[in-house]
């Protein structure tokens, strides 16, 4: 269980005085008790399950990313390190992500697919990211898949 890890990566944190890594896992840990109260599930559970927690994880991921953005945009280089530090720790309980040249192959392999069926419409590329984003889901990031579609779109309109 990903939650139990979580709580067990604290005290080695706070044995080791890792202090960004300790505020890190707390703070991810306190998300997990927080869902775990507004979730009002049958029962006394102790843990919250993984794919819970990998959502929580993903959220914190992206508002990290949001932070450092805004970060450098406002001239703060210390506190963007510093939320880089945390998206590195955070980065380490999602399951690993495909490259953008894995994730062209099957958008390539899937508009194939939807031309022969007879399905494919260029002018659609909303739909097929939409697709893609289903069938890749938790495996691809999304700015990937859609520069995927744009990409082999243009190609496609650049052969006719």
Same mark, same amino acid.
């Given at each position: 269980?990903?939650?139990? $890890?979580?709580?067990?990566?604290?005290?080695?944190?706070?044995?080791?005085?890792? $202090?960004?890594?300790?505020?890190?896992?707390?703070?991810?840990?306190?998300?997990?008790?927080?869902?775990?109260?507004?979730?009002? $599930?049958?029962?006394?559970?102790?843990?919250?399950?993984?794919?819970? #927690?990998?959502?929580?994880?993903?959220?914190?991921?992206?508002?990290?990313?949001?932070?450092?953005?805004?970060?450098?945009?406002?001239?703060?280089?210390?506190?963007?390190?510093?939320?880089?530090?945390?998206?590195?720790?955070?980065?380490?309980?999602?399951?690993?992500?495909?490259?953008?040249?894995?994730?062209?192959?099957?958008?390539?392999?899937?508009?194939?697919?939807?031309?022969?069926?007879?399905?494919?419409?260029?002018?659609?590329?909303?739909?097929? #990211?939409?697709?893609?984003?289903?069938?890749?889901?938790?495996?691809?990031?999304?700015?990937?898949?859609?520069?995927?579609?744009?990409?082999?779109?243009?190609?496609?309109?650049?052969?006719?």
């Amino acid at each position: 269980m990903l939650h139990q $890890t979580i709580k067990e990566e604290i005290k080695e944190a706070l044995r080791a005085k890792d $202090t960004i890594r300790l505020d890190t896992l707390r703070g991810l840990n306190a998300l997990c008790q927080n869902e775990m109260l507004t979730s009002k $599930t049958p029962g006394d559970q102790e843990f919250l399950s993984d794919d819970k #927690v990998l959502a929580l994880v993903k959220r914190s991921v992206k508002q990290r990313k949001d932070s450092i953005e805004q970060f450098e945009k406002g001239g703060r280089p210390d506190l963007a390190a510093k939320e880089r530090s945390e998206l590195s720790i955070l980065e380490a309980y999602l399951p690993a992500m495909m490259t953008p040249a894995e994730v062209k192959l099957i958008v390539h392999q899937r508009i194939e697919k939807l031309k022969a069926e007879g399905n494919f419409d260029p002018k659609a590329s909303g739909k097929i #990211v939409g697709l893609m984003m289903k069938e890749l889901a938790g495996t691809a990031d999304g700015a990937d898949v859609r520069a995927a579609v744009e990409s082999l779109l243009r190609e496609e309109a650049a052969q006719k």
